[in-house]
């Protein structure tokens, strides 16, 4: 098989990459493929699909909200259904945490971001059902819980539906004539010299190198650009090539509850329009909830960090005590309503986090493009990402994010990179 571009993983990275590299030339073959039966099943449609433009760096923040405009377009006037709910993120924070981020929360209200500073007593009329402040209580000082001093609320942020969202691309990309093949796994990628001189042990150091496409459980594919979009399972086809990834996987566990004693929490005053829980962070170990409204039940994660090991998991699973012996004892301090009730459901994916500066990571070698380390906010930065990943195969400097706004894209490259420090980051 051959074509122009061959996509490798239909997760939202290769999905909106492909798209714009039809879009942009519908002349050229392209072809996505990935091992799975269907796009999105790796970590895209295990995602909690947050989205936030509330960042504090302009490279973060001009991902974020240029796709979240378009993916607002693909609602409104494109007509899919990807269930995008603004209710709004809240961050609570407790005096010092609030101090050392003022310049930084500052900085977003000056560069327009819609954030709204809450102090104790507000956040105390809005979210009734949260306890915040533990006075003397033992306990509380015992598991080194954060009193509640402020909330900062991001109002161009809620929750969408990221598998709807991942085939919402896969189907424009089809529509404009673009190829797709499941169940298709590349084994290896293919590196052979740009001159070939039939001698064996080729390529030797002194040739020119190129990928000119991959083997997989399905036979030999030949692309004059191949582009790695798989996520956490990057480094398995990159290591061996010599290329780096700059990411590592690890485990993100999911909980989701229904349950009537609970339905205090999920109601708030005056923060949305649903009068429903925004995604909110607490202000210790990175427990953040949401409602989820489509279902009517609540989703808790944890966006912990040391010790949780490092590892690549093909089917990363939930641990049933990371809730009941962990989470637990420090969200039903906070919310109490949470006594005694346990999750119906829980899951579990894979971050593919850069630890240097948890910003995806896009970069070109002679027929190769890298598109990943998506990080914790891969999808809410998936339309721009694509942009950017095309631009690169264009050969621009400068891609064209949905509005209008420029891009430079080498900011997201190694060798020229560009990014500012991030202080919101779950
Ligand atoms: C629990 C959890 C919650 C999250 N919450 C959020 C959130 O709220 N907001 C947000 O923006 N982001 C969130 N993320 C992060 C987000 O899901 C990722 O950044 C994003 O999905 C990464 O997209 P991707 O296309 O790089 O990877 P993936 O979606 O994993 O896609 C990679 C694809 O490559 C395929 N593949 C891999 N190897 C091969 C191979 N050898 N051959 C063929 N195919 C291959 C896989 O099958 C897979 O489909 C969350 C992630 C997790 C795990």
Redesign the pocket.
């Known amino acids: 098989m051959e074509c122009d571009i061959l996509v490798?993983?239909?997760?939202?990275?290769?999905?909106?990459t492909a798209y714009y590299l039809k879009k942009r030339d519908p002349s050229k073959k392209i072809l996505i493929?990935?091992?799975?039966a269907g796009?999105?099943?790796?970590?895209?449609?295990?995602?909690?699909?947050?989205?936030?433009n509330m960042f504090t760096s302009d490279t973060n923040y001009l991902l974020?909200d240029t796709s979240l405009d378009f993916f607002l377009h693909m609602q409104e006037e494109m007509g899919y259904d990807i269930k995008m709910d603004p209710i709004g993120y809240m961050w609570l924070f407790n005096e010092d945490q609030f101090t050392s981020l003022k310049g930084a929360i500052d900085h977003m209200i000056n560069r327009g971001i819609e954030v709204v500073v809450y102090d104790r007593s507000e956040i105390e009329k809005m979210i009734p059902a949260l306890v915040t402040d533990f006075g003397e209580d033992e306990e509380a000082e015992i598991l080194g819980l954060k009193n509640i001093d402020y909330g900062v609320f991001g109002k161009k942020c809620g929750?969408l539906d990221?598998d709807a969202l991942?085939r919402a691309y896969e189907a424009e990309f089809i529509k404009l004539g673009g190829k797709v093949q499941y169940n298709?796994?590349?084994?290896r990628i293919h590196v052979k010299p740009e001159m070939e001189l039939g001698i064996p042990g080729e390529p030797f150091v002194w040739q020119k190198k190129v990928i000119t496409g991959?083997d997989?459980n399905k036979g030999e594919i030949k692309a004059g650009t191949t582009v790695i979009?798989?996520?956490?399972?990057?480094s398995?086809?990159l290591d061996p090539i010599g290329l780096d990834s700059f990411m590592k996987p690890k485990?993100?566990?999911?909980f989701a509850f229904k349950d009537p004693k609970i339905e205090p929490v999920m109601k708030t005053i005056g923060l949305n329009s649903e009068g429903a829980l925004p995604?909110t962070i607490l202000p210790i170990a990175g427990i953040l909830l949401k409602s989820e409204l489509t279902e009517g039940s609540i989703w808790l994660?944890c966006a912990d960090w040391i010790p949780r090991k490092f590892e690549l998991e093909e089917d990363?699973q939930a641990e049933e005590d990371y809730y009941t012996n962990n989470v637990y004892h420090a969200l039903v301090m906070y919310f109490p309503n949470f006594e005694d009730v346990r999750p119906m459901n829980s899951?579990?994916?894979?971050?593919?986090i850069n630890s240097f500066d948890e910003t995806?990571v896009i970069y070109k070698e002679e027929g190769l493009i890298y598109?990943?380390?998506?990080?914790?906010?891969?999808?809410?930065?998936?339309d721009a990402l694509g942009r950017i990943a095309a631009s690169l195969y264009f050969g621009e400097e400068e891609a064209e994010l949905y509005g209008g706004q420029k891009f430079r894209v080498a900011d997201l490259g190694v060798h020229h990179r560009k990014i500012e420090p991030e202080k919101f980051v779950?």
């Not at 493929?33 to 799975?36: N, Q």
């Not at 485990?251 to 999911?254: G, I, M």
């Open positions: 490798v993983g239909a997760g939202i990275m290769g999905v909106t493929i990935d091992k799975y796009p999105g099943q790796g970590n895209s449609a295990k995602s909690e699909g947050g989205y936030r974020a929750s990221a991942v298709t796994e590349v084994k991959v997989t979009a798989c996520g956490v399972w990057a398995e086809l485990k993100r566990q999911l995604l994660g990363p899951w579990a994916g894979q971050y593919a995806p598109v990943g380390a998506g990080s914790g906010s891969g999808i809410m930065k998936g779950i």
